[in-house]
């Protein structure tokens, strides 16, 4: 009897345990695909995030486009505009009744206003779009760019293009050169290093730019960050940029703890034609 | 039957194996392959050879079984701390297994080192679970090769834990009428092994399509 009763609760148990074990295993089974929906739906939530992000940045770069055409208008009507005006002065009606000691002289000093009038809108042109990338091309202009920060003698600006035969379109050229200016930028402001180096190369259909320095960096997650926080709008504009060129940008320090590198991936295009 | 029909479903490893093309290469697949195998060929020959020496024919099976389950979930999972402890808690467990065949008696089988097996295999599946689920976050789980493989070894085991560890102290017939129960258990384990296979052929198929070397010309500064 005792037996029986043994052999019965045995296999009770071994009937109902095995049940609780299959039930363990689908709930188990059922919870982690729960919780990968769950997961899913974050990563959506996430990927909003993500668009208004974008969204920002676009915002950001329209922000900076109306900065610079107030820039604009200002520099031409506070220093273009008054001097035109002076020089209409000089060159009045009343001119012609002056005796001609005083209407060389008021041509001359007209003619000295209309230069600096030239040079002024020379340089907000310039300002614009630098004259050396638009007939020379990327490398001319980092080349400038790169002697005119030697120059001041505090950072060692040096620059190589390994394979520049096939030039980018002029406006993807703008968009590099934009975005190189304002790397730059930032590292002379906020790195202190003592020198910058650039190297370009091709590989593929791959145009690739390299900018290493020895100073503070940031590394892809600061940039990242950055980008998501409400300051650096250098950084968002770097951003838009690379997005608009349908590239990659890729911030890291070099294997070496030594340097801190930038790497500019853009696709290349037909070659340089007009 | 039952038990012909399971000897047979080891052997579906090895056909699905060959029919999704599977490369010597491809480490896991081959794996699943000659586990396949190796268990249709114990199943099916080795215990009318090994019927003088029961107790070494079951923790042959229980070892290599063990290995095979852990040596997958050793691959997949990505902490180093973890596969650390897989690979002492199994040479504990290798040691135990030696201990256990030279010292005990086997009835009708090594119940303790199955149990310990089972307890070790689903604390190395939850783990891998819970690892997965919180760091994909682009495919869902059951896009991955292992989440199957994960659900025919729970299925397998859930279904046969207590009837190994309770297998000594059952009558003949209730030995018979339960061990169908896990003959079931470890067939749908076999499927969904091979289920695996596919989805692991899937997703190599598409991985090596996805990631095509990228290759950064030379960019230091000399």
């Not at chain 2, 760091?135 to 009837?163: Q, R």
């Amino acid at each position: 009897m005792f037996f029986l009763q043994a052999n019965t609760s045995t296999t009770t148990a071994l009937f109902l345990g095995t049940i609780g074990m299959l039930v363990l295993t689908i709930g188990l089974v059922v919870f982690i695909i729960m919780h990968q929906r769950r997961v899913q739906r974050f990563q959506q939530k996430l990927q909003q995030l993500e668009i208004d992000q974008q969204k920002m940045m676009l915002n950001a770069s329209i922000k900076m486009q109306e900065e610079e055409r107030q820039r604009l208008a200002a520099d031409l009507h506070d220093d273009a505009g008054p001097l035109l005006a002076t020089a209409r002065l000089y060159l009045n009606e009343n001119l012609v009744n002056q005796d001609k000691v005083n209407q060389l002289q008021s041509i001359f000093q007209a003619r000295q206003i209309i230069d600096d009038t030239i040079q002024l809108i020379r340089n907000i042109s310039h300002d614009l779009m630098p004259p050396t990338l638009k007939n020379f091309g990327l490398e001319s202009a980092i080349n400038d760019l790169f002697q005119k920060i030697s120059g001041s003698g505090t950072v060692n600006a040096s620059q190589r293009f390994h394979d520049y035969k096939d030039r980018l379109k002029p406006e993807k050229e703008l968009l590099v050169f934009r975005i190189v200016q304002e790397l730059i930028n930032n590292i002379l402001k906020h790195s202190n290093s003592s020198f910058i180096h650039l190297t370009q190369n091709v590989h593929a259909d791959k145009f690739y730019l390299r900018i290493h320095h020895d100073g503070r960096g940031i590394v892809q997650s600061d940039f990242e960050k950055l980008n998501k926080s409400n300051i650096g709008l250098g950084l968002k504009n770097i951003g838009s940029r690379i997005r608009l060129l349908q590239g990659e940008i890729l911030f890291e320090k070099d294997i070496s703890q030594t340097y801190y590198k930038v790497t500019i991936e853009v696709p290349k295009d037909d070659p340089y034609s007009s | 039957m039952l038990k012909l029909l399971l000897i047979y479903s080891y052997l579906t490893l090895p056909l699905c194996f060959l029919i999704s093309k599977g490369k010597i290469k491809e480490g896991l697949l081959l794996l699943l392959a000659v586990y396949g195998v190796i268990f249709f060929c114990l199943l099916n020959y080795f215990d009318l050879i090994f019927q003088t020496i029961e107790k070494y024919y079951h923790s042959a099976y229980t070892f290599l079984e063990y290995s095979a389950f852990t040596f997958i979930f050793w691959v997949n999972i990505r902490n180093k701390f973890f596969r650390r402890f897989i690979i002492l808690i199994s040479i504990v467990f290798f040691l135990f297994q030696i201990y256990y065949v030279n010292s005990a008696s086997v009835e009708r089988m090594d119940s303790i080192p199955i149990g310990i097996e089972t307890i070790l295999i689903f604390i190395y599946i939850f783990y891998f679970l819970f690892d997965f689920s919180k760091n994909a976050k682009d495919t869902f789980i059951y896009n991955h090769y292992c989440f199957w493989l994960s659900v025919g070894i729970l299925i397998y085991l859930g279904g046969s834990f207590f009837y190994y560890i309770l297998v000594n102290n059952l009558e003949h017939e209730d030995v018979i009428r339960f061990g169908n129960l896990t003959y079931v258990a470890e067939i749908i384990k076999n499927l969904l092994f091979c289920i695996a296979i596919f989805i692991y052929k899937k997703s190599t198929a598409n991985k090596i399509h996805n990631n095509l070397p990228k290759k950064i010309p030379n960019l230091d500064m000399i």
